[in-house]
């Protein structure tokens, strides 16, 4: 399995990954331009993308969707309550109602929380590959840990810095918001969750959607870190990606 971030953080989101059969995407919230473009740099035409999982219906989830699905026609995959939320029109797409295998894809979604009628993370494997992709939720459910723990690729969300948060110029109505429980992962809360989920059969953990007003890159990293070594759990590569510049094609 491969995979690429192609932008992470507040003003659009967006993953290709890749199997020997399929090529999609998880979320699209950059304009379809800016996919384009990127999908190209790694060697991927955009007219070869075969689905779109989505995770929520938050504009910098979706923003690119409609010129995207009008220019190629894949397949979309999200949930009915998504589908009611979403303004755009789908012709092509599939309910997400438990695990789904596509060809040499297995799909298990896992129920997120975040302030909209339905949000989903994904654990995707193929071929005795796994990756797990988790963004925009305020807690993980204990019952989803078997689940989520033992795979090869982690795309995690790592949202934002308590005190940068509490000391920031976010009014509290919204402070409150990233800090609840339908709200975001704060470094803090993404380290411990990673620091259960892997074991050594992990390779690289990409953190993900970082605030660009209450974190930075290595505020998220020296946590994981720190996080990690209290534990004295290694993991060979760790990336933190960004809004505006994709990461390497990946491959586990």
Known sequence: MKACVLASGSKGNSTYYETNKLKFLVDIGPSCAYIERTLRSIGVEPKDVDM????HTHVDH??????????????????????????????????????????????????????????????????????????????????????????????????????????????????????????????KDSSYYLSEFITEETSKIVLIHLSEENNTPSLALDTLLETLNKKNVKVPEIEVAKQKERTELMEV
């Open 52 to 55: 779109i999982f989505l995770t």
């Open 62 to 187: 979706v923003n690119g969707l409609r010129v995207f699905l009008k220019k190629y026609h894949p397949k979309v995959y999200f949930t009915e309550k998504m589908h009611r939320e979403l303004t755009i029109d789908v012709d092509d797409f599939y309910y997400i109602d438990g695990e789904i295998i596509i060809e040499d894809l297995s799909v298990v979604p896992i129920k997120t929380s975040h302030d909209v009628a339905e949000a989903l993370g994904y654990v995707f494997s193929s071929d005795g590959s796994s990756a797990v992709h988790i963004t925009d939720t305020g807690y993980i459910n204990v019952k989803n840990f078997k689940k989520l723990k033992g795979k090869n690729l982690y795309i995690f969300e790592s949202n934002h810095d308590v005190r940068m948060l509490r000391e920031g110029k976010y009014p509290y109505h919204l402070q409150q918001r990233i800090l609840s429980d339908r709200g975001h992962l704060s470094n």
